[in-house]
């Protein structure tokens, strides 16, 4: 057997494995898509940067779902749709494109994800649950100002997951604006260049 063939041989299988069956279709993968508002204006506190972190069951790109009113301790997936990053990852993106940094601040906002998951309703209804705890923290990690707690129940438009990612990108708008807003009330002296 010529090497050349061999080498074609070894190609097509390699080409045949890789294939995906007949009718089965790779899940869609999904991100908040474009900024949904117009930039905001610059933070009244500066931020050296924007830090989201989050439980270990939010460290995967599934996008997880919960039925209420039926096993409601039940975390599931979708099997045809995923996240293109993790959840604290596409948070983080979005509040760093909305709330953009200073190098020279002595702050950082930490938000500390708890939940993102779509909750189905036993009507037929759907929404998106983001939850969690937002921080200003100076160089050495000490919280500057009271938390900002926050809790969305974003209502989908529909009882799937696309109106579920489309709900999610919604509910992190509202985080950033609410974000901004709370910053607004702060001292920025506290983070001012020293």
Known sequence: MSLRLLSALVVSALLAACATPSGVRAPAVHDFGPDGLASLASPAVPLRRVEVTGPAWLATNAMQYRLLGRNETERRSF???RWAALPVQLLEQRLQRRLPARSDSRCKLQVKLDELIQEFAQDGTSRVRLTGI???VGERGEDLVDG???DYRQAAQSADAIAGVRASA???ERLALDVQTWL???RPKLCDPG
């Open 79 to 81: 099997a045809d749709n």
């Open 134 to 136: 937002a921080r200003l």
């Open 148 to 150: 900002f707690a926050f």
């Open 170 to 172: 919604a509910a992190s």
């Open 184 to 186: 607004g009330s702060a």
